[in-house]
Each structure stands twice: as structure tokens, then as C-alpha cells.
């Protein structure tokens, strides 16, 4: 199923996406797309039937704006350097073990809303990422197949990264990652069983109509399975977490100089196969 939420930002309604591209509405059978639902078979049970019956109303999708697909997120939890072409492109080497790191929930708004520019920020970066959707509390997994048996569904991240505040300012990397409207996710929220292998989706990634990113989940150093168990070992995963799993190469940090940061005015497009598109303006804060 492809999950969303609509409406006006804060007050969205949980919508489907239905085999032939027509938008429904779900706030009949449930209050919204979160972690609760994820957790509860039955309701998503309900959701397939209702969708396979053809009796879930249609919205009008004219001017309804898409937010996240995903309400009430308890953590965003992220993958550094998971892709061996973009440790190339950085001249990092290739981490022995994820490199983990966190976003905000609050960072995440819809994947066409407007995304700001820092203040005295010079060096805001785009990066197209695979966002993994926890759908069962997982702690202490023991093998990448189980933990795939905890994932939900997947969507489309941008992680936007702002590069000083990252690595030139000292300290950890949160300060470059966590600048309010850093992380627009969806549009949709796949469940796993529509989306495929994680380890074989395209990734790409424009600005100003220029192709900048174009990789495949399959250059992962830690593929999904891998990072959900080895992030289990850490802290609990619960349903309604998400967590970016890293970026291919051709990030505006890997370009030689002068390096296309981002600035006010440029348009950042973004999909994964079978995921979905985003579009973001970005405009200073």
C-alpha cells in the first residue's frame, strides 16, 4: 500500500493511494498514519480490504497539499557514509561499522514544502536517502533477516545537511543536520510488501533541473537489514521510527571547488523508484 497524509500542515488527514493513482480517504477507518497503526495488523487488514473493495471515498487531489506520511514520529535516526561511491567522493574510508547519528523529529516536514536556508550558512547540501519505517518494537535483533520482519515500509528523505555547521564547528554532526525543515520525507509511505528489495532501488536527485545524484541501494556498505539489527543494539526501535540509511555520491561536498551549495531560489527534485517524488524551494530562514 502507498500511505500518505494530506491537508494543511498539522492538521493532515491519513489518505491512500490506490492501484490506479486515485487519492482515498482514510480518517473513516483511521486517525492517522503513526506508529500505532503501523503496529496493528488488524487496522492495516482493514485498510487492504476496504482499498480492495472500492469502498474507500476519493479525495479531490487539486491543490491538497502532501505532508508527511508518517504522524507522530518518535525518533530519526541516521546512517553516515553508507554508500562506498559517496566515501569515495569525500575521501573517507570506508567505516568499519555504521557511523549513527540523529535528526530531529521536528526537522521532517512534506516533500514538496519549502526548505530554509540557515542563517550565515554558506554551505547547505542536498542528499537523496532511503528512509526505513519501523513497524514492530525491535531490540537486541539477532540477523538482518529478522530485523527486514520489523521495517514497515519505506519512504523517500532528503537529508539536508548543512557542511560548516557539520564538520567545521567542532563537536558532534548533529549541529549541521538539525536546522528546521531539514528532513522532508514522503511522499509515500510504501509498506514493505509493495516495495520490493531494499537493496535494488534507484536513487535520484536534481537541482536547478540538473541531475546531481544517481545511484542504487545495492552500492549500501550496510544494507537495510544490516543497519535496523546493528541500530538495535543500541537503543529501541519503536513503531513510528525512522531511519535514513545514507546517501550515494554526488552530493555538492564531493564536487570539486567552487562546490554547489544551495542558496535561496535553487528547486532540489528528488525519487526513489517506486517511492515517489519530491520537490523543495529553498528559501532563507
Known amino acids: 500500500m502507498k500511505l500518505l497524509r494530506v491537508g494543511t500542515a498539522g492538521a ?3 489518505a491512500l493511494l490506490d492501484a490506479e493513482g486515485t487519492l482515498r480517504d482514510l ?3 483511521v ?7 503501523l503496529a496493528d495488523s488488524a487496522a492495516l487488514d482493514r485498510i487492504r480490504e476496504a482499498a480492495a473493495a472500492g469502498t474507500l471515498p476519493e479525495l479531490d487531489a487539486a491543490g491538497l497539499r502532501t505532508g508527511p506520511p508518517l504522524g507522530r514520529i518518535g525518533k530519526v535516526v541516521c546512517i553516515g557514509l553508507n554508500y562506498h561511491d559517496h566515501a569515495r567522493e569525500t575521501g573517507a574510508e570506508i567505516p568499519a561499522e555504521p557511523i549513527v547519528f540523529f535528526k530531529a523529529a521536528d526537522t521532517v516536514v512534506g516533500p514538496d514544502d519549502t526548505v530554509l536556508v540557515p542563517r550565515k550558512s554558506q554551505k547547505t547540501d542536498w542528499e537523496v536517502e532511503l528512509a526505513v519505517v519501523i513497524g514492530r518494537t525491535a531490540r537486541y535483533l539477532d540477523s538482518a533477516d529478522e530485523a527486514l520482519g520489523h521495517v514497515a ?3 523517500v528523505a532528503n537529508d539536508v545537511s548543512e557542511r560548516e555547521f557539520q564538520i567545521e564547528r567542532g563537536g558532534t554532526w548533529d549541529k549541521g543536520k538539525n536546522c528546521e525543515t531539514f528532513n522532508p520525507l514522503g511522499p509515500w509511505l510504501v509498506t514493505a510488501d509493495e516495495a520490493g528489495d531494499p537493496q535494488d532501488l534507484a536513487l535520484k536527485l536534481w537541482v536547478n533541473g540538473e541531475l546531481k545524484q544517481d545511484g542504487s541501494t545495492a552500492d549500501q556498505i550496510f544494507p537495510v537489514g544490516e543497519v535496523v539489527r546493528y541500530v538495535s543494539q543500541f537503543m529501541t526501535l519503536y513503531p513510528g521510527d525512522v531511519i535514513n540509511t545514507g546517501t550515494p555520491a554526488g552530493v555538492a561536498m564531493g564536487h570539486p571547488e567552487p562546490k554547489p551549495y544551495l542558496r535561496a531560489g535553487d528547486v532540489v527534485e528528488l525519487e526513489i523508484e517506486g517511492l515517489g517524488r519530491q520537490r523543495q524551494e529553498f528559501k532563507d530562514a
Open 27 to 29: 480518517s473513516g477507518l
Open 12 to 14: 493532515e488527514r491519513p
Open 153 to 155: 515500509g519505506y519512504a
Open 31 to 37: 486517525s492517522d498514519i503513526d506508529g500505532d497503526l
